[in-house]
């Protein structure tokens, strides 16, 4: 599959890695500036700029990708990005990480979002879980 | 009218005592608490910390029974998520977003928001001051890309048709006066020595208007 992942350092870049070593055809569009680019030691295309310009994602390949992950550090970077995915590039598959869960009732489809990931959202319900078990 | 706004920088602490002034109702926001400082003594609108991104900030807001929204902030992807919630959820029937950085003018075209984008008004301005002077604009559209502007037209340009004005995209005759009378002029109309005419032109093409005028380029 042709996978768009957008953030920096952390979990976007392990996301990207992972798809990569996966056989997935990956680019990562690496959100922060003047760092070495730790994307294209690993061999994964990165690509530098702002995803809230359209000749950013096009670089990116964004015409032509079945998933994109909208992985910033920030939630309202995500939802315009995944606006643009859905709305404006038709990408199937769109996946975008919140950040401050105060935000997640935004991301759903009329933000062009598929699926969320909220890891904050994600550990309470673990904790919840694990201790009612 | 109730109107709110967000981001208590200058311009959103300017705009609400403008509204305050106007006997409007005013909930300015910003996620910065000492912000309020910038509003002025005896403000009598409700200054409320909090990031409008988030819905519970907006509610408390009281958005849902606002007339206008406006979003001021510096961070382009907050003044577009946090319109398209006013408009799309809340239904507030005017919202207005500043566009900070140019590059951003296509994202929020693709949304359909209004925007007033400064960086482009004031370079457009400038740029017509020093350059334009001689055709000091009537009215300016959107954020200053197109002027209304009126000249008196040369006389050695008498017997010409008003059609040799016309650039398509570029400057176009909306107006012919004569002798005191104003009409919208045939491309074939030939002008005469004392008319005044009207234009609208974009403004990267003032200078080929000028040109055309005869003025000197500075």
Request: hydrophobic fraction near 45%.
């Amino acid at each position: 599959m042709r996978i768009i992942v957008i953030g920096g350092t952390g979990l976007p870049e392990q996301v990207a890695e992972a798809l990569h070593q996966a056989g997935d055809e990956v680019t990562i569009i690496d959100t922060e500036p003047g760092r070495d680019p730790a994307p294209a030691k690993a061999g994964l295309r990165a690509v530098r700029g702002d995803p809230l310009v359209l000749t950013t994602l096009e670089a990116a390949g964004a015409l032509r990708a079945d998933v994109l992950v909208a992985c910033t550090r920030t939630d309202e970077d995500n939802l315009v990005i995944s606006y643009l995915a859905k709305k404006h590039y038709k990408i199937a598959t769109v996946i975008a990480r919140v950040n401050d869960p105060a935000t997640e009732e935004l991301f759903d489809q009329s933000w062009g979002v598929d699926a969320l990931a909220s890891p904050a959202s994600a550990l309470v319900s673990m904790i919840r879980h694990a201790s009612v078990g | 009218m109730q109107a709110v706004i967000m981001g208590c920088g200058r311009t959103g602490a300017a705009l609400a005592a403008r509204f305050d002034a106007e006997g409007d109702q005013v909930t300015i926001l910003d996620p910065d608490d000492a912000a309020q400082r910038r509003l002025s003594t005896g403000f009598r609108g409700r200054f409320l910390t909090g990031n409008g991104v988030i819905p519970a900030i907006l509610l408390a807001a009281d958005i849902a029974r606002a007339e206008a929204f406006v979003a001021l902030t510096p961070n382009d992807s907050a003044n577009i998520v946090a319109a398209k919630a006013a408009r799309d959820t809340y239904r507030v029937p005017r919202v207005i977003a500043r566009l900070h950085d140019p590059v951003h003018a296509e994202v929020y075209s693709k949304l359909g928001i209004v925007t007033v984008a400064s960086v482009p008004a004031t370079v457009n301005r400038i740029a017509q001051l020093l350059y334009h002077e001689a055709l000091e604009p009537q009215h300016t559209f959107g954020n200053g890309e197109t002027l209304l502007v009126r000249s008196a037209v040369p006389a050695y340009l008498a017997g010409r048709p008003v059609s040799e004005f016309d650039v398509p995209g570029e400057i176009r005759v909306a107006e012919l006066s004569r002798a005191g009378h104003s009409s919208i002029p045939e491309p074939s109309t030939a002008l005469q020595d004392g008319d005044a005419l009207s234009f609208v032109v974009a403004s990267g093409s003032l200078g080929r208007l000028k040109s055309f005028l005869g003025g000197k380029w500075s």
